[in-house]
């Protein structure tokens, strides 16, 4: 699906990000989280829903098809357009991250991938959202992988060399005057920076990031039309920081079936034409 809006009316973004949904038959926190999003999305009117990444609980899922249909299957429901990357946790049970990638075809809306590149079974990609008929901000996905190449150094994956690359070499114009986005799962280093600038959330838990600093950053200050960036994994984390003038943003853990001490709910995200705004939906408590 082509992502629009028109006018002066914000492009409304749904971010859910660790689901952490497990094996079928679902037990009783996986179907409250399904119930949850399913009540978020009849009562928000959104433009776009952001899957930053650990949909699954790798290992203990074997069949990540039957999973992914009931999560697919919640989301099916409305038509709204559906974009998807991966977490750590993702691909640590049969499926690889393409055979993951080849199940997005159960999302009945799909939002419409551009300027897709793989490298290392991982997919970036754009999203460009046109307002009256017009490109007016591209969204930039990353895959931030799983884990690190050199396990004995670090745990976590960094940003390969190749998917800063393909961010360079995409045909779009960048000017400090757009307001461009980023998702990814696994938080860059520079969170640990814009933690000592918080301005709303809380700051829960360690920033789990990878040790190396791969450049991503650097190659979105440099830039200039990249905002604001959103990832996932911290499920404990939730704050909206600040460094060298690149908002750095946690979504809120979405899923029941998984650590934290967070409610549970979403982020929201506002774009205008000239700033964004962003906010986060906690799920209902039972009585």
Not at 45 to 55: A, E, K, P, S, V
Not at 179 to 185: E, P, Y
Not at 229 to 249: E, K, S, Y
């Amino acid at each position: 699906m082509k992502l629009t809006t028109t006018g002066d009316q914000p492009f409304r973004i749904c971010q859910l990000t660790d689901i952490h949904l497990g094996a079928t038959p679902l037990n009783a926190a996986s179907q409250q989280t399904l119930a949850a999003i399913d009540h978020l999305l009849a009562t928000q009117d959104f433009d776009l829903i952001m899957l930053t990444g650990d949909l699954l609980w790798g290992k203990e899922v074997q069949r990540p098809d039957q999973t992914l249909t009931a999560l697919y299957g919640t989301l099916n429901q409305y038509p709204v357009p559906v974009a998807v990357t991966y977490g750590n946790h993702d691909g640590e049970g049969p499926y690889t991250r393409a055979k993951l990638r080849e199940l997005e075809s159960l999302i009945r809306y799909p939002a419409d991938k551009h300027q897709a590149m793989v490298t290392n079974d991982r997919e970036s990609y754009t999203l460009e959202v046109t307002r009256d008929g017009q490109l007016a901000h591209v969204f930039y996905v990353w895959d931030s992988g799983a884990y690190s190449h050199w396990p004995s150094d670090e745990q976590y994956a960094a940003i390969e060399p190749e998917q800063i690359d393909w961010f360079y070499r995409l045909p779009y114009a960048r000017t400090v005057d757009q307001v461009d986005l980023g998702f990814i799962h696994i938080p860059l280093p520079e969170y640990q920076l814009a933690a000592a600038h918080v301005m709303t959330g809380g700051k829960n838990e360690e920033i789990c990031s990878p040790v190396t600093n791969s450049g991503l950053f650097y190659s979105l200050k440099r830039a200039g039309n990249v905002k604001a960036l959103f990832a996932g994994h911290d499920h404990d984390n939730n704050f909206t920081g600040t460094t060298g003038g690149i908002d750095l943003n946690y979504g809120n853990v979405t899923g029941y079936n998984t650590y934290g001490t967070l409610p549970r709910g979403a982020r929201t995200i506002s774009v205008w034409s000239d700033h964004y705004e962003t906010d986060v939906i906690l799920f209902p408590t039972e009585d």
